[in-house]
Structure formats: structure tokens, C-alpha cells
């Protein structure tokens, strides 16, 4: 019965990914992000349910959802959407600050993914 259960839950693993590793290319990183946001939002999901049992699930599940908010501020550029939207487009210092603060955004992201990813389990 296990094995039955076991076999259910991977064909409905494959399927969930199947549109990333379909519309996926191997030519940029972003589709490698896209893939490890979906297994983080997956991950997350289980943490928040009834199936973990870890003490720390929930909160794991907090940190992982922090690490997706950041990664979408990081990878959907918004520093400097928002820079561009806000008429700015042609101070060259104000973009210099910009693309500043979207480097550190990365680095806080993949600071606190080391920080906390060996956590993300239960």
C-alpha cells in the first residue's frame, strides 16, 4: 500500500514541475531559480501542513517564504523597475545607487538562504 501511496505522490511531483522543465532552457540561470523557488514553495507548503512534525515546521516555513519574497524582489529586478518607473531613467548616480542596493538585495537573499537552508526539513 505504501508503494502504491509512494508512486501517487511522484507522478504528481513530476506533473507540478513538468511546466518549469517544459518551458525551461539550459542557456540562463533564471530557470534554474524557477525551479528551486518551485521546491521551496512546495517545501514550504509541507512545513505549514498537517504532515510535518518537526517543533520548528512553521516557523522554517516563515523563513522559506522570506527567502521567496526576496528572491522575487532579487530576480524581478524591482529596485530598478521601480527606479525606471519613477522617471529616473536618466540620473546616471540615482541608477549607480540602484543597481547598488539590487546587488546587496542578492547578497542578503543568498546570505540567508546559507544561513538557513540546512533548517528546511522535517
Known sequence: M???KRKIQQIKRVIDFLPL???????DYIYAINFFKK????????????????LSAKTNAQKIRTALRLMDIVYEERYVEEFLNSDGGNDREGFIRVMNK?????????????????????
Open 21 to 27: 522543465i517544459w518551458n525551461g532552457f539550459d542557456f
Open 2 to 4: 505504501y508503494w502504491v
Open 39 to 54: 521546491q521551496l514553495e512546495r517545501t514550504a507548503s509541507f512545513l505549514e501542513s498537517d504532515k510535518a512534525h518537526t
Open 102 to 122: 539590487q546587488k546587496r538585495a542578492h547578497k542578503l537573499l543568498w546570505d540567508f538562504i546559507e544561513h538557513n537552508i540546512q533548517h528546511w526539513w522535517d
